[in-house]
C-alpha cells in the first residue's frame, strides 16, 4: 500500500482534491494499493514518516527546495503535480505517476523528484500520466 500525502499552502484545493481522488481510488478499485490524506503543507514537516511520498500542489513550486533542505531531507519523494493534472486528476493516470516518481526517488534519491523536460510544473501540459503520454 501506497501512503501519499497532498498538500497544499492554505488547505481548500486540496482537501477537496484528495475527497475527489478518494472517490477515484474506490471507483478504480485501488483501496488496497493506494491512500491518498489532505496533509495540510505546514504541518507535513511533523509527518515525514507518515507518508511514502508527498504530492504538492503546484503553487508550492517556490517552497519545495526549502522545505526539502529543512525538513525532509531526501529522505521522501516530493512530487510537483503538473498544473493542468491538478483539479480534476483522473486517479488512475496519478497511480501510475506515484509508482513511477518512487521508482524514480528510489533510484536517484534527489527532491523535487520529476520527469525528463518536466522541472518546472507549471509548464507541464500533459494531462495523462508520464508513462502514458507519447514522447515527441
Known sequence: MIKAAICCGGGFSS???AEHIKKG???YGLSSELS???CPFLLASKKIDAY???ILCPHLARDVKKFNER???NKK??????IRMYGPVDVQELYYDIQ?????????PINPVH????????KVKRVKAYRNVKKS
Open 71 to 73: 525538513y525532509c531531507q
Open 15 to 17: 482537501s477537496t482534491m
Open 36 to 38: 491518498i490524506e489532505f
Open 100 to 108: 513511477d516518481i518512487l521508482i524514480r526517488f528510489e533510484e536517484n
Open 25 to 27: 481510488i474506490e471507483t
Open 52 to 54: 511514502d511520498i508527498f
Open 77 to 82: 519523494p516530493l512530487y510537483l503535480l503538473p
Open 115 to 122: 520527469f525528463p523536460g518536466e522541472e518546472n510544473c507549471l
